[in-house]
């Protein structure tokens, strides 16, 4: 399991680049940053799964489970993309992390596994940084609607995580991906024509925003998540990703000069705080189960 641990933990770093890039894409529409962060991926992914082995016998189910983790996945980065422009990217991302949690409740309501005291003490911190973000003198440019959006992205987020998993039962990793990338650009596309936004007109520093996010954060940081959820438990894979939150904070501060209030540091504080012990005491199953 630690060279899955040691890939997660990569992933999530690059990952922290991922809303800089977004922010640096000024100007570009919501669905279609999402647009081209697929399809710049997916020319890479399709080389890359070629070396792959092909599934032997249990490769539909594992296609099914890719397709629906590349719907959630669309819906989480349209919620997300769009929590951007209206709170800082560190708001944005701190609220995405909290979908360790919503995979938690998952394995708890419906997987029968059990949670300890130091487990739901976690979760109420973190969900108690989130109530303080949304109030905070920070949340002033959309009156808490990027925090609002960054909720509902990190919903869509731990239903992705779990989808995911699920496919990597069945396939592996960059076929897994390449599935995942193919359905969201699919659905990107399509959501984007129906809402008439443009996919041309912009400038050069937003078209190099895009490409990075497609080629090192899309290809390289998803790659090693999407293996090392092939190699540690789906709830400690989610939970790992806490690294993410870090490295955006930091970015976002030396990058973007997005300096927190007293309040969102706060907040800040209480999600990481909730985030790590939820980490140290993650959802086990039931004796007998």
Partial sequence: ?????????????????????????????????????????????????????????????????????????TFDLWSWHNALAWTSAASATLLLGLAPLWVALVSIAFLGARLSGKGWMGMALALGGAVLLGVAAGAR??????????????????????????????????????????????????????????????????????????????????????????????SLGSLGLLLQQVATLALGWLLLGEVPTPLQGAGTLLILGGLGLAMRHPPVPKEGA
């Fill in 1 to 73: 399991m630690g060279r899955g641990l040691a890939a997660l933990g990569a992933g999530a770093l690059l990952l922290g680049f991922a809303a800089i890039f977004v922010k640096w894409a000024a100007g570009v529409p919501p669905l279609t940053v999402g647009f081209y962060r697929m399809a710049i991926a997916l020319p890479a992914l399709l080389l890359l799964a070629q070396g792959e082995a092909r599934p032997q016998g249990r490769g539909r189910p594992g296609t099914l489970w890719a397709m629906a983790a590349g719907l959630c996945f």
């Fill in 141 to 234: 440019l959309g009156g808490g609607r990027g925090e609002a959006l960054g909720l509902l992205a990190s919903v869509f987020y731990g239903a992705y995580t779990l989808c995911l998993a699920q496919a990597r039962r069945h396939l592996p990793a960059r076929r897994t991906l390449t599935v995942v990338v193919a359905t969201s650009a699919t659905a990107f596309g399509l959501l984007a024509l129906v809402q008439g936004d443009p996919f041309t007109g912009f400038p050069r520093q937003a078209w190099l925003a895009l490409l990075a996010v497609g080629l090192l954060v899309q290809v390289a940081a998803w790659w090693l998540i999407s293996w090392s959820l092939g190699h540690v438990p789906p």
